[in-house]
């Protein structure tokens, strides 16, 4: 690549690093510069009582939910992979499929079930069924391949079943637990719906009734300072929890799969454990949502358009996420392309910067970018632009990791035969590498776009006045507690995440 190319390929990556660390430094600088009394000024606002009540309630919801996640997880994984468990791909499907009910309409069916169900318990209830799948996925694709000859030559030397299992299995299986436990943590960090459903006060609810009632961005960036300085912890705990054990053989000897455990009597009580989770899961969400649906179906023609359109807002919904999927593949690229042409620590340093401002709530991106827009830019503020540019900083990374796959299967040494031929760089761009990348492409533009399509608290916040989205539709009526009005958003929402879910699945080998 010439160097004029590639000085423009370097200049795009580090852009789209620079606008993904954009919320971070607003955030930062709008909650201790532009606090009234300053540094003392913030300290003063952040030792009330209210804050220590939010900060204890974050730790209470993850201290419950992290666990039984990692529980639920590694025990239906352990379950379907590594014993004779009756009709274990079914199961493999069942215990996955949660992912295509958004948790804020899986809370939505429980609270029209049980409308006394709320705190803690219900916010630790629904938030364990939405996100154990997160822990269950990658631990069942590893058990699935485990090689099984260390824990065999363990049971050799004498060592008990359960010995062997946590000599030799666990450390393989902690890269997976705990990177699925992270994906709960920030998640929880990140709700809002199940949570105000619940009426169970966050950070990230307090954040929003902050800027509702008071528009005040200080005190809110202040509250999203917190929450930013607890995802940073998170993120840390878990790389030093995450360790360094291997999870592939190399060496002589065939791959051994483990042989089954036969459950024998205890089989009727696992099927009976694992209907549980899928019914609190999958079944009673989606059998409300269905319920009220039937209702909304059956209402008076007139009564049904006194609602928003289903056929507007789906389309609004999809546009905006066909325009987020095609800036964040834009924006994506040149980081992927750098990272599988040239790695270096910068390049590994250029991607990291996208993970960990994607790791922060939509709120804190929607309060960084409007505090932007309002003080620099006002003519961008309620515009569908910085709602995409919002959706862009929350999902690029997976847009990156769809992109580094598909650059993998292009190796260099295709471009630079094409361009001894005569070929430019762009000409063999689009003829050697594009066709070879399209379907991971695609693959991340459809992350992205169902991603997009189910996101609130940011659609919230950044959405322009008269834009309706499937989600804020859906809030809007649940928020008045018109369940049928609220349905066919519901419906909708989880038809277009199904999509999603069944490429996590391929992706976990579960379709196989």
Request: charged content about 10%; some cysteine; glycine content about 8%.
């Amino acid at each position: 690549m010439p160097v004029s190319s590639r000085h423009l390929v370097v200049a795009a990556a580090v852009l789209a690093a620079a606008i993904t660390l954009l919320p971070i430094g607003v955030v930062a600088v709008d909650a201790i510069g532009r606090t009234p009394g300053g540094l003392g000024g913030a300290a003063d606002y952040l030792v009330r009582p209210r804050i220590g009540e939010l900060l204890a309630n974050t730790l209470q919801l993850m201290a419950v939910t992290v666990p039984a996640t990692v529980v639920l997880g590694v025990g239906s994984a352990w379950l379907v992979e590594r014993t004779d468990l009756p009709l274990a791909g079914v199961w493999r499907a069942l215990l996955g499929a949660p992912l295509a009910v958004p948790a804020f309409v899986a809370a939505y069916a429980w609270v029209s079930f049980r409308p006394g169900l709320d705190g803690l318990g219900g916010a630790a209830l629904v938030t364990t069924a939405s996100y154990f799948p997160f822990v269950y996925l990658p631990v069942a694709a590893i058990l699935r391949d485990l090689d099984a000859a260390p824990e065999e030559d363990a049971r050799a030397l004498g060592a008990g079943p359960w010995a062997a299992w946590r000599r030799t299995v666990l450390p393989r299986l902690r890269p997976a637990i705990s990177g699925g436990a992270l994906l709960v943590a920030l998640h929880l960090l990140a709700e809002f719906g199940v949570l105000e459903m619940m009426r169970y006060p966050t950070f990230t609810t307090a954040i929003l009734v902050q800027y509702q009632v008071s528009f005040s961005s200080n005190q809110g960036s202040l509250l999203a300072l917190v929450l930013l300085m607890l995802c940073i912890t998170v993120l840390t705990l878990e790389h030093l929890l995450r360790g360094s054990a291997r999870t592939s053989r190399v060496g002589r000897g065939v791959h051994r799969r483990a042989e089954a455990v036969r459950l024998g009597r205890w089989t009727p009580l696992a099927c009976l454990a694992l209907t549980a989770v899928v019914l609190v899961s999958l079944v009673v969400p989606v059998t409300l949502v269905g319920r009220w649906l039937a209702r909304w179906a059956a209402a008076p023609a007139e009564e049904i358009a006194m609602r928003p359109s289903l056929l507007l807002t789906t389309g609004s919904t999809i546009s905006l996420a066909l325009a987020a999927a095609a800036l964040t593949l834009l924006l994506a690229l040149p980081g992927a392309w750098l990272l599988s042409r040239r790695r270096s620590g910068w390049t590994l340093l250029l991607e990291r910067v996208t993970y960990v401002a994607s790791s922060l709530p939509g709120v804190v991106i929607a309060l960084a970018l409007i505090t932007l827009s309002v003080r620099y830019l006002p003519a961008a503020y309620q515009s569908p632009a910085l709602l995409v540019l919002g959706y862009t900083i929350l999902f690029i990374p997976r847009a990156m990791v769809s992109l580094r796959s598909g650059l993998a299967a292009a190796p260099p040494e295709l471009s630079d035969a094409a361009r001894s031929l005569g070929s430019s760089p762009a000409e063999a761009f689009r003829r050697v590498v594009l066709p070879l990348i399209l379907p991971s492409a695609l693959t991340g533009a459809a992350l992205v776009a169902i991603a997009t399509a189910t996101e609130l608290t940011a659609t919230l916040l950044l959405a322009p006045t008269g834009t309706s989205t499937l989600a804020t539709a859906f809030w809007a009526a649940s928020d008045e507690f018109d369940y049928t009005g609220a349905a066919p958003f519901a419906a909708m929402m989880i038809l277009l995440s199904a999509p999603l879910t069944f490429l996590m699945l391929r992706q976990s080998g579960i379709e196989e």
